[in-house]
C-alpha cells in the first residue's frame, strides 16, 4: 500500500451507534489530519496530530474523539452522532521538510451516513 | 479571519477551450497557496503549489497558476481542456505561521461538453 489509506470507504449508523474510522499514511509523515467534507461547503479542519500530539482541535463536538497511536495511525471514533454529521471524512498526511514546504497528502476518504 | 473564496460554483467549457478558475485568499502577509483536484468518489490530488519566487508555477496534467499580490489571487489555467479534466477543483492557503493550518475555498466543479 502506498499514499493515504482509509477505512471504511463507506459507513452507515445509527445515532446511538459507535464506530471508528482508521486512517494509514505509508509515506513517513510526522503530522495527520482529519477534514470533514459537506456538501457546498468548505473544507473544515477538524484534528491536528504532529508526532502524535494533538496540536490543533476546531471546536469538534466530542462525539468525535480522535486518536493517533503512532505518526502512521489516525482513528476517528464516533459515538452518538446526528444525521447533520453525514459526510466525507478525508484523512490527510503531511511532512515539514524545510520552513514553509509542508503539503497536504489526503485519502480517499469514508463516506458515513447517519440515520 | 483567514478566507479562502471561490467565485464560481460551477464552469462548463468545450472539450479543447481554455479554462481558467479564480481563487481569490484574505491574508495579510504572502501565504503558501495550493490547488487541488478532486474526482468523484475520491480525495484530494496536488495539482500546483506556490511557496515562493516566480509567480507562474506549473503543475501536474497541464496545469498552471499564477499568483498576483496585488489582487491576492491564485488564478488556475489549463491552455486546452480535457473530458477527464472533469472533476472539482480546490484552492488552498496556509498561511506562513502556522505549518499545520490550510484553509480551503468551497471548490469549483467543472463540467467538460464533448
Known amino acids: 500500500e502506498t499514499g493515504v489509506t482509509q477505512t471504511p470507504r463507506h459507513l452507515v449508523m445509527g445515532m446511538t451507534n459507535k464506530k471508528s474510522l482508521k486512517c494509514e499514511q505509508h509515506?513517513?509523515?510526522?503530522?495527520m489530519y482529519w477534514y470533514k467534507q459537506s456538501a457546498k461547503k468548505p473544507l473544515e479542519l477538524m484534528f491536528v496530530?504532529?508526532?502524535?500530539?494533538?496540536?490543533e482541535n476546531n471546536s469538534v463536538p466530542s462525539r468525535f474523539s480522535p486518536e493517533c497511536p503512532n505518526s502512521s495511525h489516525l482513528f476517528l471514533h464516533l459515538h452518538t452522532l446526528q444525521p447533520e454529521d453525514s459526510a466525507l471524512y478525508l484523512c490527510?498526511?503531511?511532512?515539514?521538510?524545510?520552513?514553509?514546504?509542508?503539503?497536504?497528502?489526503f485519502g480517499a476518504g469514508s463516506r458515513l451516513t447517519v440515520l | 479571519a483567514q478566507s479562502v473564496t471561490q467565485p464560481d460554483i460551477h464552469i462548463t467549457v468545450s472539450e479543447g477551450a481554455s479554462l481558467e478558475l479564480r481563487c481569490n485568499y484574505s491574508?495579510?502577509?504572502?501565504?503558501?497557496l495550493f490547488w487541488y483536484v478532486q474526482s468523484p468518489g475520491q480525495g484530494l490530488q496536488l495539482l500546483l503549489k506556490?511557496?515562493?519566487?516566480?509567480?507562474l508555477v506549473q503543475g501536474i496534467k497541464g496545469f498552471e497558476a499564477e499568483f498576483k499580490r496585488s489582487q491576492s489571487s491564485f488564478n488556475l489555467r489549463k491552455p486546452s481542456v480535457h473530458w477527464s479534466d472533469a472533476a472539482e477543483y480546490f484552492c488552498?492557503?496556509?498561511?506562513?505561521?502556522?505549518?499545520?493550518?490550510?484553509?480551503f475555498g468551497s471548490g469549483t466543479k467543472l463540467n467538460v461538453k464533448p
Open positions: 496530530y504532529n508526532f502524535k500530539e494533538q496540536t
Open positions: 490527510a498526511s503531511s511532512q515539514e521538510l524545510s520552513p514553509g514546504a509542508n503539503v497536504l497528502t
Open positions: 488552498a492557503v496556509r498561511p506562513g505561521r502556522n505549518f499545520n493550518k490550510f484553509y
Open positions: 491574508y495579510g502577509a504572502t501565504p503558501y
Open positions: 509515506l513517513g509523515h510526522n503530522a
Open positions: 506556490y511557496f515562493s519566487g516566480d509567480t
